[in-house]
């Protein structure tokens, strides 16, 4: 058994920050990668960023680029999504997923997923 529990969402003024956490736990669990995902009601889920857990190489989507920042605490099994410059429009449920084998950075696949954390930014 793997868990991926995120933390960190709440309200926010747009132009304002908010730090995401996701801890992973789990028997025998190795991280290799490990990315946010994003849904607003009514849409569908949405790619926000990834990281590789050894080297750190990561990739966003075009709407954060620059504004969000992906890093990971590797002792702790614990991955963290900086968000800065925040828009109404990133208003969403926040998911992690985490990977227990090796997979391409931009593969939309993940073995584990979180339930997410509620990230809302007024206008």
């Known amino acids: 058994q793997v868990q991926l529990v995120e933390s960190g969402g709440g309200l926010v003024q747009a132009g304002g920050s908010l730090r995401l956490s996701c801890a992973a736990s789990g028997r025998s669990f190795r991280n290799y990668r490990m990315g946010w995902f994003r849904q607003a009601p009514g849409k569908d889920r949405e790619f926000v960023g990834v990281i590789k857990w050894t080297g750190g190489n990561t990739y966003y989507a075009d709407s954060v680029k620059g504004r969000f920042t992906i890093s990971r605490d590797n002792a702790k099994n614990t991955m963290y999504l900086q968000m800065n410059s925040l828009k109404p429009e990133d208003t969403a449920v926040y998911i992690c997923?985490?990977?227990?084998?090796?997979?391409?950075?931009?593969?939309?696949?993940?073995?584990?997923w979180g339930q997410g954390t509620q990230v809302t930014v007024s206008s």
């Open positions: 997923a985490a990977d227990g084998v090796y997979r391409a950075l931009l593969q939309l696949e993940y073995d584990y």
